[in-house]
């Protein structure tokens, strides 16, 4: 189901406007090569489990930018969910399918955290917050905060739910990525006051080091150069699906877009290390497109790249913290 939705507005990523690169090559710091990757619905508990042991296997850090809607069935928690501009138990993403699919979802957020992943918001049921007001982005975060600090209880297993639940839940999501990375004007100030520290909703031309908006540090997913003509595209998942497919689910070259993925993170990463060391971000969903290529070729990237020297493999929250932190021992560079 999530498949079709996803591929239901293939051009819709391609269309957005780029953000510009903060700061030249000649501006940045040369420091530790920071690679963030991130994982946007974060809903398929096979791919939590997956992604959970290469983090273990590489000792990277991810994001896991969150979809309440797994954390509820339709019939039980759905219908009190009212999206902006939608009628009740509406989800573009659909729903969990059982109690015993949230139990297991739920548990695997709690590993994540506990392990020094960062759990992040990508709001509820994907919608395209486009034309939305801060009220209704109010509402959506909302609906988000309920839903995950009720989500033990949805899964059967209210007796597990551990003592610090309600507190992570209130102070340790501090970031957010929007549905579609389609955003608004009422975007920024909602996330304020939902005391978000970080968005990670633009899209930059090549690596960038995170902008700062009315106080709110913006991280962009970058075009890196991809296939034989090296024409740039969105580093994530969907996008190479996109352009390597159509969006249509292709296994029989599966072999073939695998290889091009990697050559494309491998190509931009070098980059980087040779040169202005922005950070390096790369978009994932818990769909294994095309056969799963993406999947595999991320594998195979942070397998080879994030036990090399002068390289972390971080989370955003870390890497905020890390920039903050070079920022407070050097001129004033960029945004930070």
Known sequence: MLMHRLSALPALFSALLLAPANGTSAEAPRGTQLVIVSFDGAHDNALWARSL?????????????????????????????????????????????????????????????????DIGSHACGHFDGKDWTAAD??????????????????????????????????????????????????????ERKAGFRYDASLVTKGPALPVTED??????????????????????????????????????????????????????????VQGARLPLQLGFHFVEMNGGAYWRALDRFLTETCGRQEVACVSYKEALERLKGEADQRPAVGSL
């Open 53 to 117: 042991a290469l983090a273990e296997k590489t000792h990277a850090h991810f994001t896991y930018f969150l979809s309440c809607t797994f954390l509820m069935t339709r019939k039980e928690g759905g219908q009190a969910y009212v999206a902006p501009g939608h009628g009740p138990a509406r989800s573009n993403v659909g729903f969990a399918q059982s109690r015993e699919e949230i139990a297991e979802r739920v548990r695997h957020i709690w590993q994540a955290h506990q392990g020094g992943h």
């Open 137 to 190: 982005w109010t509402r959506e975060f909302s609906a988000f905060e309920t839903a995950l600090n009720g989500a033990w209880e949805a899964g059967g297993i209210k007796a597990e739910e551990p003592e610090d639940w309600r507190r992570f839940v209130r102070e340790d999501i501090s970031g957010f990525r929007a549905p579609y990375l389609s955003t608004s004007p009422g975007l920024l100030p909602a």
């Open 215 to 272: 106080g709110l540090p913006r991280f962009g997913l970058p075009t890196i150069a991809e296939g034989p003509s090296s024409r740039p595209v969105i580093a994530m998942d969907y996008n190479l699906f996109v352009r390597h497919s159509m969006g249509v689910e292709n296994k029989k070259e599966s072999a073939q877009f695998e290889e091009r993925a990697l050559s494309a993170y491998r190509a931009a990463f070098e980059a980087q």
